[in-house]
Nanobody
Framework: QVELLESGGGLVQPGDSLRLSCVAS???????MAWFRQPPGKDREFVAA????????SYATSLKGRFTISRDNAKNALYLQMNSLKPDDTAVYYC????????????????????WGQGTRVTVSS
């Protein structure tokens, strides 16, 4: 089975940038990988997803233009570049993976992913 480990979170000020990383290990093939986040007191929400060969990624509408998802298959790694951070970006960010090539309509559903990391915390505050 796949094991996921996130890193790169921290405390930053509005307007700053962060780069999150997720390293995958195990026997299962992670065709689709994604980032979700859970703000304090709120439900987990979709951030972005990308398939193995880095085809056109999918982003939450409100985040497109500020966040960029990418992956390095040789390193079994997933990344999230976050720019122009806002206080509303404060959340625990989770890495997720699926062995399936998910349809576009399924990419944002957390139930579609069968492997999850434990999360890395991002706090944006002035």
């Amino acid at each position: 089975q796949v094991e996921l480990l996130e890193s790169g979170g921290g405390l930053v000020q509005p307007g700053d940038s962060l780069r999150l990383s997720c390293v995958a290990s195990g026997r299962a093939f992670s065709y689709t990988m994604a980032w979700f986040r859970q703000p304090p007191g709120k439900d987990r929400e979709f951030v972005a997803a990308v398939r193995r060969h880095s085809d056109t990624p999918s982003y939450a509408t409100s985040l497109k233009g500020r966040f960029t998802i990418s992956r390095d298959n040789a390193k079994n790694a997933l990344y999230l570049q976050m720019n122009s951070l806002k206080p509303d970006d404060t959340a625990v960010y989770y890495c997720a993976a699926s062995i399936w090539s998910l349809a576009a309509s399924s990419l944002e559903g957390e139930e579609q992913y069968d492997h999850w990391g434990q999360g890395t915390r991002v706090t944006v505050s002035s």
